[in-house]
Each structure stands twice: as C-alpha cells, then as structure tokens.
C-alpha cells in the first residue's frame, strides 16, 4: 500500500510538473481555435504573425473537422480570402503579391471547408489554366515559372475541387502528365530528378497526390505503400512519425502527414480501402501525434494524418439512441408495437457537438426490406433525428440499424458508421424458484447438486396483455459456463391454454464446470429466436485435474527431456463435490453438441514465478467422459531451459468471468496433491559459447572503454543453437562484470537476425560505466534464468571469463544556474555537470549528492538529494529550492559520490560555487518547475531509501 501510495503522488507530483513545461497540441489548438483568428478576419500561425492563406486554410480545416464553426467567424474568414483574389484568377500567400496556385488551391479548400461557394470560378480556371508548362509537361506555380510536381498536384486538385477536370484541355493535360510519370517510376516510387528542393518522401507525396487525378495505373499498390511504410518510425519516443527518408534521423510533423495522406491517395486510385491502415501503425501515430506543441500548423498537420485513417472515427464519441413512441426499446431488443426513431449525438473527442456530418440510418427487417431515414440536426437537443417513426407492428426477428455519417471536406469525403442490431419480440417475464434442502436461492445465488427450479414464463406485447399461445415454442434450456447445454425442453405454443408457461427441473450430477448456470429461455418461430431472457445462478464446486500423465514417462519417474522434444501431458477434468471423488464432465451435452469444442481447458508452464507458456488443451472422448491433450514443443530458448511447474486452469465463456484454477488430483491415491509438491518436469541442457569474434581479452579497462564481440550459444545435448524467446526477453545472456565475487555491471546482449529475420548470432557492445569499481574484476557471459544467473562454459569445460583491472579518472565539468522568486519567496540554483574518462563521456552513473552551505565554523549539510541524469546525453543535474532564510547568499558546495562507494568521507566530485539570493538568471525550466521537481526528487529519494530500509528489516 505504501508503495501504491507512493507512486500515486509521484505521477500526480510529476503530471503536474509536465502540464507546466509543455501543453498537448494536438487538443489545445483545437479548443482554442478562435485565439488565432486576427481582426482581418483570416489566421496566422502564432499570435504575433500576419494572417495567410495557408494559415487561414488550416484553421478551416480544423473548424469543419471538428464542428468548431460556431467559435470562429466565418464572414469575416471569408472576406479575408477574397481580398486576396487577385485580377488574373489566382490567389496570393497575403496581400499584394502575385498569384500562386498553392494559395488558390488553399483558397479553394477554405471556401469549401465553410461550405460557401465560390463565386466566379471561370477566373479561378482561367488561372490554372494559364500555369500549364508544355516543355516540362507539368504545372507550374506562377506564371512563367518552370513546372513542378508539386504545383502540379496542387493544380490538379484544384481543378477537381471547381469540377473543370473534365475539360477537354485539363483532359490533354492530364494526359501529359500521366505520360510524364510513367517516365519518372523506379521500383514502386517516383524519382524526380530536376526536383532537387523535394526530399525523396515529399516528391512521392506530390507525385502520387497529382497521380491520383490523372487515372494513373499503380501496377503493384502494396509495393508502392511499402515506400512509406519502411519510414514509419517503430521504436522509441518518436514512434508513429515518419522519416523523409530511411537515412534521416529526424522525423516531423509535416512528413508524417504526407506520408499518410500519399497512402491515402494511393488506396483512392486503386481501390484499396484498407491500404493506409495495413502500411501504417495507427496506435503509435495517435500517440505521436499527441506530442505536438500549441501550434496550428503543427496541428493541422496532425488532424490531416489521423483524419485519413480508421482513427478517424476515434475524434468522435457517437451514440445511437432512440426516441420511442407506445412501447419499450432495450439494448437487444424492441417490443413488438413500438414505435421507434433513429437519433445519434455526435461529439468531438473534447466534447464538443458537431452539426457538421450529413447522417442517415438504414433499418433493414424481412416484412419491409430496407428503408433509409435522413436524419436531421435538431439545433435544442443538439443531435441528429429521424423526422418519422419506424412502427414494428406485427413485425417479429432481426432488425439492422446502420447509421452513416458523412463528412465533406472540400473533395474529401470522411465517414463514420454506427451498426446497431436488435430483435423486435415479446415482452418475458420469468418468475422463478430455486430450492436446495428446504433453502430458498435467490438470482445469482449459489446452488449445489439437488437444488430444484421452478420456473413460470409470461409473454405480452404492447397491443396484447397476454400471449398464451401461436406460431411458436417456448425453449428452456440449463447452459453451463462454457456454453454447453445442461438440459432441455420446449412448450408448443400452437394451441396452448395455459396462460403461462411453466418449466420444472433438478440439478442432479456435477459432471459440467464450476461458475456460472444460466437458465435460458427463449420464444422461437420459424426463423429463429426473437425473444430471450435469462436467469443465472453460480456453481461454486472444486475442479481438479486428475488421471495426468507425461507420454513416455513413467508412474513417479521425473519427467525430463531435452530441446527439440516435445512434452505431451494428458489430464481428465472434473469436479470434486465430496472432496474425495472425481466426477468427470461427459463428452456430450444435452443438446448432442460435442461439449470438448466449447470447454476451454489450459495448461500454464512457469520458470519460478515467470509464466513461460500457456497451452490450451485439444479434447477427446475415453469412456464418455472428457479427457484433454497438451503438447509443448520444447523450443530452442533460453526460457525453455531448466524446471518448469505446470498447472492448469478453465477458461469459462460467460462475459467478465476470470479463470479457475484446478487442483492437482493423485488419481493412483485418490487424494489431492501436496501444494508444496508441484507438478514439474525439467528439460536438461548443456550451455557452450561458440563462434566467438573478438573475444574479450585480460588486461587493463578504463571507464568508457567499450568492449565490443559477437558468438553464439549451443546446446552440446541437443546439438542446437539456444536464443533468446521474443516473448520472454528477460531469460537472455547477459556480460556481466563482477568484482568481490558480486556482479558490479549487467549487459544483455543484443539477439542479432539475418535477412530473413530469424537469429543469427549475439552481439555484446558495452562500455565500462562510471558505477564499476577500481581495481581487480572479471568479465563474465550467464544466462539470465529466473532470479539466478548460469554461467556459459567454453569448449573445453572452463568458464567463459576475461580477468581485468578497471581504473581511469573520472573528470568532472560543470556549470551552475540558479534563480530567486520574484515574490522573494524561494530561491534555487540546478548544477549541471558531464563526466568523461579519457575524452569519453560517461552516462548511466548512479549518484548521490550532499549539498552543504559554507561558513567560518565550517560546512554545514542542508540537504541530500538524488541527481537525476539524462542516459542518452551524460548530462547529469542536481536541483535545489528553498526559502530565503535557508537558501540565503554565500558559497555553497554540493558533493556527488557514487552509490558503490561506502566511503561517505570521498566524495567523487566536489562543486564550489557563490550563490546570489535574489539573481534573475535564466534557468533551463520555470522556477515553479525546479520547485516542483525538486519536491519530487527529494520525495522519490527518500521514499525508496525507506522502502529498502523497511525490505531489509
């Protein structure tokens, strides 16, 4: 509790600290659109730029996207675009500059994203069409210029959008252009020569945008979204973005959209709908999309990306409801005689209603076929309403609800769909009883073998009190757990009299699994069942797994085997009622259904407390009764390697239920087996290093001395190469570094493949950190296996072992911030400090710090803090605040001493420095933050050294 306690803080101390240094743009812009907006009446990227065109389209993207047309003005946006027009046709970047197609097609893209129409589109074409540049057979982007792919696809979509393609001189020029990217294609991508000024993304972006409006052919579309897929970051922070190239080591906003939106395009020109999302990771783009600062562009580009993916639907909370005349609609179900209309509330991921969509629901049942419904924003109830009801009158079975809604973005079309399915049926009532030696069990209650049920089912519609009978059965059906029918019967209701229906039955056998028991009832006609209702109880009984044998091992042998093996184990499941016999489950429901198909039975191997593997068990039948099959293919894994338990567990179907674990049943004893004498068998394997390159050798290592090589580990009883499990990476190799005979330093090796991806070899690339110690060690391979290390021997029985010394000075660089409040409340200072060792630099310290303020009668001690570190750097840095009386002027010393050293008299470092209370020097970060920052170290720091206090005790 301490430590959940702990860690709770810590997250809301450290959130707090974050939401300070840096707001999440992807959503603040959004909410404050209408902060960009100038009194011109366009938007300009930042508060303190003039207003453009581009900025002004990008904010009316965001506007219609997200329904935020009521927090902008869109006359005053309008005008703005129009003072922009010049006499030629085209649209200039800002005032007084000449035409430019960029800024035309950003103009054409504004009016359409506030859906108001254009005006005099002859001009806008006559424009376009004067930028045709025949020699290089491409568009250009003024007047006289040379053509460009870029202009071009600009160009072409800005023809789409006034609806002029079809022009019999856009036509010849797309034609052209068409022929001139035939010319330009190598291996699935576009290579644009004379287009130097374009990264090799970008030129494709272009290429396959203007592409995408010419009827060009892609020949192979999977080879041609592979281009982008490959540049798709799939590691670390920036996971999600894209690379403009596979070299590049820095990704961005801008080309992730472009990436996207070219995936987009090609999936539109060859039909391909689920191409963006098959050649993108789109979860890893939502989340590097969230690390866009308060920027506009930054965030249109965003919106861009995600828009044009599945994640598309995720920027809208959508709910379907509907408003009922004269009857009842549930979540499954319609009452026969209801009336019902189609209604959905759409809202932006922030809240936000949006009335921008264009909505419909199709409602499809056999007695009418299908029948569309518009449906309408409704302004007071801010959502989207059918204007007439749908009446199930005299209609019985399935009815499909798919809600449509459309989003038009100047040419693109978005859209979003809600499947809805219901069964039009009778009102149920089931009164029932449930009865275990003279007790009473209500609904959900737990019963046992012998309890008896009683049940009385009623049917009505909205127009009839009562159903007594018609073309129809009322089934009753007693369904365990995993979905297998326990019993059975029906009630003809053709002709029926009674004015219920009534069901009797007695639990007698536990021969099925423990948990859920649901009495089932449903009215079925001819084309099935329309109404249900169901009334579960709990069945608390023991499970165990008895008559378990290992093939080829025999009774109380240990069961051992080696790599590339395979382990197969055998059990027969049942329940325990008395605690001393087994009743089976029997292989057959009452419904003749093969009841193995749906009992799901699972054996689980453990290394320690480390779930290794986990098997379901395939089902045969042995006297009538269930008997389960488990085979474990010993793999040539580390994690493979050594004793493993098993056990194993029932999976039950009912929603929500969690597994139940079954005993281990001594069938031979008739008794359960000890749990402190598990189920195990081990698998035996004699680990060597072989193929070693550039192995290391004895001598002298220094601090930063890196120690590189490669090798591989076999198994001499199997024969085999041993790697490591991608799905248990923590039973790996690891160099590890020991000094008094305990491990100083730990490495894992990095698991190298080959072409085709499968394991090749092991590389060690390690450096010694600044956390070794002086003096005599060695340098050792084990494997990882559990909470113990096995060491890895050579060829001729010896360990695999280098002898070193490790030494070097450690030298220190530092520079000193420090920072007074201006309410003269709190001061602060952060000292920043690297560390090298022969000119390399030294990362991953763990260090400690002492800060202590000098005076004539000496050093008094302040404080202890933790030094936080940057591993990717080696920038290291030690932050304290305090108040004026504590933190007041003079010399200060703060010394660092590693957490391996036990001399707490030999600081490794000491820093010096003269702190001036009441300075306004610059910090790295907000005075709040360090403030903040620094409770928060001090906070970790001495929670964790009280947790290990406490541990020890």
């Given at each position: 509790m301490k430590l959940r306690a702990f860690i709770l803080v810590l997250g809301l101390l450290v959130g707090s600290a974050l939401a300070q240094s840096r707001q999440n743009g992807f959503q603040s812009v959004a909410a404050s659109i209408e902060d960009f907006q100038s009194k011109q009446g366009g938007f300009a990227y930042t508060k303190d730029a003039a207003p453009s065109i581009a900025a002004t389209s990008n904010a009316l993207f965001l506007s219609a996207l997200l329904g935020l047309k009521d927090k902008t003005d869109a006359d005053a946006a309008a005008r703005f675009v129009n003072s922009l027009k010049n006499s030629d046709g085209g649209f200039s970047a800002s005032s007084g500059q000449y035409s430019d197609v960029e800024s035309t097609r950003h103009a054409l893209l504004a009016f359409g994203h506030l859906g108001l129409p254009l005006g005099d589109k002859s001009s806008v074409e006559t424009f376009v069409k004067s930028l045709w540049d025949a020699e290089s057979r491409l568009f250009a982007n003024r007047k006289g210029e040379k053509?460009?792919?870029?202009?071009?696809?600009?160009?072409?979509?800005?023809?789409?959008?006034?609806?002029?393609?079809?022009?019999?001189?856009?036509?010849?020029?797309?034609?052209?252009?068409?022929?001139?990217?035939?010319?330009?294609?190598?291996?699935?991508?576009?290579?644009?020569?004379?287009?130097?000024?374009?990264?090799?993304?970008?030129?494709?972006?272009?290429?396959?945008?203007?592409?995408?409006?010419?009827?060009?052919?892609?020949?192979?579309?999977?080879?041609?979204?592979?281009?982008?897929?490959?540049?798709?970051?799939?590691?670390?922070?920036?996971?999600?973005?894209?690379?403009?190239?596979?070299?590049?080591?820095?990704?961005?906003?801008?080309?992730?959209?472009?990436?996207?939106s070219a995936l987009y395009y090609l999936s539109k020109a060859t039909q391909s709908p689920l191409l963006v999302d098959s050649h993108c990771d789109v979860r890893a783009l939502a989340r590097f999309v969230q690390l866009i600062p308060h920027d506009l562009q930054a965030a249109a580009y965003a919106f861009l990306a995600v828009s044009r993916t599945s994640l598309f639907e995720e920027l809208f909370q959508k709910q379907a409801t509907y408003e009922v005349l004269n009857g009842e609609v549930t979540e499954t179900a319609v009452i026969q005689g209801s009336q019902l209309k189609p209604i959905v509330a759409v809202r932006t991921f922030f809240g936000v209603p949006h009335a921008g969509f264009t909505v419909e629901a199709v409602l499809t049942h056999k007695s009418v076929g299908t029948k569309t419904y518009k449906l309408s924003w409704n302004q007071e109830a801010q959502q989207y309403q059918a204007s007439e009801f749908f009446d199930s009158a005299d209609k019985l079975g399935e009815l499909s609800i798919v809600y449509t809604g459309r989003l038009n973005l100047a040419g693109d079309s978005m859209t979003f769909t809600i499947k809805d399915n219901k069964k039009i049926g009778y009102y149920i009532k089931v009164k029932s009883t449930a009865n275990l030696a003279g007790k009473d069990i209500e609904a959900n209650g737990v019963i046992g073998v012998g309890t008896v049920f009683s049940h009385s089912v009623s049917l009505a519609t909205q127009s009839k009190a009562k159903v007594t009978s018609g073309e129809f059965d009322v089934v009753y059906s007693v369904v365990d757990s995993s979905g297998a029918v326990i019993h059975t019967e029906k009630k003809d209701g053709r002709g029926y009299k009674d004015s219920s229906f009534?069901?009797?039955?007695?639990?007698?056998?536990?021969?099925?699994?423990?948990?859920?028991?649901?009495?089932?009832?449903e009215v079925r006609n001819a084309d099935g069942a329309h109404t249900a209702h169901v009334v579960a109880y709990q069945l608390n009984l023991p499970m165990v797994a008895s008559h378990i044998t290992f093939k080829g091992v025999a009774a109380g042998a240990q069961p051992t085997f080696k790599i590339g093996e395979t382990v197969t184990v055998t059990m027969q499941p049942g329940s325990l009622p008395d605690l001393r016999t087994v009743v089976p489950y029997a292989a057959s429901d009452a419904a003749g259904a093969k009841a193995g198909e749906l009992r799901q039975f699972f054996m689980d191997t453990y290394s320690g407390e480390q779930l290794v593997r986990s098997i379901r068990g395939k089902a045969s039948e042995e006297s009538g009764n269930l008997v389960y099959t488990f085979e474990i293919p010993i793999s040539a894994t580390f994690d493979s390697i050594g004793k493993q338990r098993i056990s194993f567990r029932y999976q039950p179907r009912t929603a929500g239920a969690k597994p139940i674990s079954l005993a281990n049943f001594d069938s031979a004893a008739g008794e359960l087996l000890d749990e402190s004498s598990p189920l195990t068998f081990s698998v035996n394997a004699k680990l060597q290093v072989a193929d070693v390159k550039d192995a290391p050798a004895d001598g002298a290592l220094s601090y930063g001395d890196e120690v590189a090589f490669t090798f591989k580990v076999v198994d001499t009883l199997s024969g085999k190469n041993v790697w490591v499990n991608a799905e248990?990476?923590?039973?790996?190799?690891?160099?590890?570094?020991?000094?008094?005979?305990?491990?100083?330093?730990?490495?894992?090796?990095?698991q190298q493949v080959d072409e085709d991806g499968k394991p090749s070899s092991f590389a060690v690339n390690w450096a010694v950190s600044a956390n070794a110690k002086k003096g005599p060690a060695s340098l050792e391979l084990v494997v990882a296996s559990g909470e113990s290390d096995v060491a890895l021997q050579t060829k001729d029985g010896k360990a695999f072992k280098a002898s070193v010394t490790v030494g070097g000075d450690i030298e220190v660089s530092h520079k000193v911030h420090q920072v007074s409040s201006l309410e003269n409340f709190h001061n602060a200072f952060t000292v920043q400090f690297g560390l090298t060792c022969k000119g390399k630099t030294l990362a991953g310290a763990q260090l400690r710090s002492v800060v202590k303020v000098l005076g004539s009668a000496g050093a008094d001690e302040i404080v202890s803090l933790p030094v936080a570190s940057n591993a990717e750097n080696g920038v290291y840095e030690v932050s304290y605040v305090g108040v004026d009386e504590v933190a007041r002027a003079g010399k200060y010393q703060i010394e660092l001493f590693r957490e391996v050293d036990t001399d707490s008299s030999k600081p490794l470092f000491t820093v010096s420095f003269d702190f001036e209370a009441g300075s306004s020097e610059l910090l790295p970060v907000r005075t709040e933050t360090v403030v903040l920052l620094a409770v928060v170290g001090s906070f970790l720091f001495f929670s964790l050294k009280k947790l290990r206090l406490e541990r020890q005790k």
């Open positions: 053509g460009s792919i870029r202009a071009t696809a600009y160009a072409l979509q800005s023809l789409d959008i006034l609806g002029a393609s079809s022009r019999d001189w856009a036509v010849k020029a797309s034609d052209e252009v068409r022929k001139g990217l035939k010319d330009v294609v190598q291996d699935s991508a576009f290579v644009f020569p004379a287009e130097s000024d374009l990264d090799e993304l970008s030129a494709n972006y272009y290429g396959i945008m203007a592409a995408s409006f010419v009827n060009f052919k892609f020949d192979d579309a999977e080879a041609w979204a592979s281009f982008f897929s490959e540049r798709q970051v799939r590691e670390g922070r920036a996971a999600g973005g894209y690379l403009t190239s596979k070299s590049a080591r820095q990704v961005s906003i801008v080309a992730t959209a472009r990436a996207v009534t069901f009797n039955f007695e639990l007698k056998s536990s021969d099925f699994p423990a948990g859920a028991v649901s009495h089932r009832f248990s990476p923590s039973n790996t190799v690891n160099l590890v570094l020991k000094a008094d005979g305990t491990v100083a330093d730990r490495h894992a090796a990095e």
